[in-house]
């Protein structure tokens, strides 16, 4: 079965921190960029960060930057989320994607088509 | 970074009307266009991607169009399990953003 599961999350304190996982199974994980995208209580989605197939290539949201830091571990068929200087606007469900690529008349799209259930965090 | 902007917000409709979004993007994006669709506690999931390429096991009562700058979201006969909030999200280029969301209610 394809699915992405998370874990780790939590309440913390203001300035704290906290390590999201995500364990895939039932695709090549090795072989995809993955990601997290988070949903603040009551309102919309926040893409938060990506990474590539090796983990040589990482982007951030503005949001986030220099603060939150993912990374994956491909033995593990796992990605991670670490997340330091916590604030409140943090608080938020997070979920973790598969970023998959699509090729269509010789440009390149991509489409979050996996997702895990989500994990909490609360910064309080 | 770029901004996306959903219109309406929120509509409401009956089974069997026709339902559009749109979604404007503040500079140009191509194609580069996904639509998701969430519905209360669960996960979003992916409807369309490439602007108008429907994503395997969805509808065809689904169906996206535009390039550029904007986009429109299509359902061609509502169904009851259609009532969810829909996001329009650029994959051109970082920061990925979405649209802020289009609550579709029962009317």
């Known amino acids: 079965e394809v699915q992405l599961v998370e874990s780790g999350g939590g309440l913390v304190q203001p300035g704290g921190s906290l390590r999201l996982s995500c364990v895939a199974s039932?695709?090549?994980?090795?072989?995809?960029?993955m990601g997290w995208v988070r949903q603040a209580p009551g309102k919309g989605l926040e893409w938060v960060a990506n990474?590539?197939?090796?983990?040589?290539?990482?982007n951030y949201a503005d949001s986030v930057k220099g603060r939150l830091t993912i990374s994956r571990d491909n033995a593990k068929n796992s990605v991670y989320l670490q997340m330091n200087s916590l604030r409140g606007e943090d608080t938020a469900v997070y979920y973790c994607?598969?970023?998959?690529?699509?090729?269509?008349?010789?440009?390149?799209?991509?489409?979050?088509?996996?997702w895990g259930q989500g994990t909490t965090v609360t910064v309080s | 970074a770029i901004q996306m902007t959903q219109s309406p917000s929120s509509l409401s409709a009956s089974v069997g009307d026709r339902v559009t979004i749109s979604c404007r993007a503040s500079q140009a994006i191509r194609s580069d266009l996904g639509w998701y669709q969430q519905k209360p506690g669960q996960a979003p999931k992916v409807l369309i991607y490439?602007?108008?390429t429907l994503q395997s096991g969805v509808p065809s009562r689904f169906s996206g169009s535009g390039s550029g700058t904007d986009f429109t979201l299509t359902i061609s006969s509502l169904q009851s399990e259609d009532f969810a909030t829909y996001y329009c999200?650029?994959?051109?280029?970082?920061?990925?953003?979405f649209g802020q969301g289009t609550k579709v209610e029962v009317k």
């Open positions: 990474i590539k197939y090796d983990g040589s290539e990482k």
């Open positions: 994607v598969r970023d998959n690529t699509y090729s269509q008349s010789g440009a390149w799209f991509d489409a979050f088509d996996i």
């Open positions: 039932g695709f090549s994980f090795s072989s995809d960029w």
């Open positions: 999200l650029q994959d051109y280029n970082y920061p990925r953003t």
């Open positions: 490439a602007a108008s």
